[in-house]
């Protein structure tokens, strides 16, 4: 399978709630800004194309806690891709303290948490997703376990929270694989990241 990170990002990089908030899930400091991110109809149809192609998912604990109080309390629409991924697809959750997970088909993901999921990519399918879980997507992008990230870049400064790629970290160079804007201004690129990047050195012109 190809492991894919999707995510939700504002202009200013903050990919902290960008949907509402759900309320048996707490948010991380003094946030009060959740649900910025405003899907028009386009944006929804490539988020639904996105989920149609999972066959299993990777998430954080965080975000699972938020999927599973939201998309796993709510019943059936009948029309839902996102929904019926969710769930009927295999779900893990990579670990760092115990965690007993009641949302069915999920498994909790413990010990060498980097060869089990080379264990999934190995595995015939389509797509092994993460969708937000910003610091196990930034863990998988710096153990190269990254095929291709979509990201959904919406028309807004939200000033405060957290975001997708801290101050310090690795470089990688991605490639463009695809990219569009919606009607209301969301940007949704694709990106395969390709190893470290180049830098130019600053040369004095040459005189003629």
């Known amino acids: 399978m190809k492991l894919t990170t999707t995510t939700q990002v504002s202009v200013d990089g903050v990919m902290q709630g960008p949907g509402a908030p759900v309320a048996s899930v707490a948010e991380r400091g003094a946030f009060e800004r959740s649900g910025w991110a405003h899907f028009d109809n386009e944006a929804?149809?490539?988020?639904?194309?996105?989920?149609?192609?999972?066959d299993a998912f990777v998430f954080g604990r965080r975000t699972y806690e938020i999927f599973a109080g939201s998309w796993g309390t709510w019943d059936d629409p009948g029309d839902s891709p996102i929904w019926t991924a969710l769930n009927t697809l295999p779900k893990y959750v990579a670990l760092t303290t115990p965690f007993d997970p009641t949302w069915a088909n999920t498994t909790a993901l413990?010990?060498?948490?980097?060869?089990?999921?080379?264990d999934l990519?190995?595995?015939?399918?389509?797509?092994?997703?993460?969708?937000?879980?910003?610091?196990?997507?930034?863990?998988?992008?710096?153990?190269?376990?990254?095929?291709?990230?979509?990201?959904?870049?919406?028309?807004?400064?939200?000033g405060q929270?957290?975001?997708?790629?801290?101050?310090?970290?690795?470089?990688?160079?991605?490639?463009?694989?695809?990219?569009?804007?919606?009607?209301?201004?969301?940007?949704?690129?694709?990106?395969?990241?390709?190893?470290?990047?180049?830098?130019?050195?600053?040369?004095?012109?040459?005189?003629?």
Not at 44 to 54: K, L, Q, T, Y
Not at 110 to 118: E, K, L, Y
Not at 163 to 191: E, K, M
């Open 44 to 54: 929804g149809s490539v988020m639904d194309e996105i989920f149609r192609r999972a």
């Open 110 to 118: 413990s010990g060498d948490v980097a060869a089990t999921i080379r």
């Open 121 to 158: 990519k190995a595995k015939a399918g389509g797509e092994l997703q993460v969708h937000g879980s910003g610091a196990l997507a930034r863990w998988l992008l710096e153990n190269d376990l990254v095929d291709e990230m979509n990201l959904f870049t919406f028309p807004v400064i939200v």
């Open 161 to 208: 929270g957290t975001r997708l790629f801290p101050d310090r970290g690795p470089d990688r160079a991605l490639d463009l694989v695809d990219s569009r804007a919606t009607p209301t201004g969301v940007t949704i690129q694709v990106y395969r990241p390709i190893g470290r990047p180049r830098y130019a050195t600053a040369t004095p012109p040459s005189s003629t």
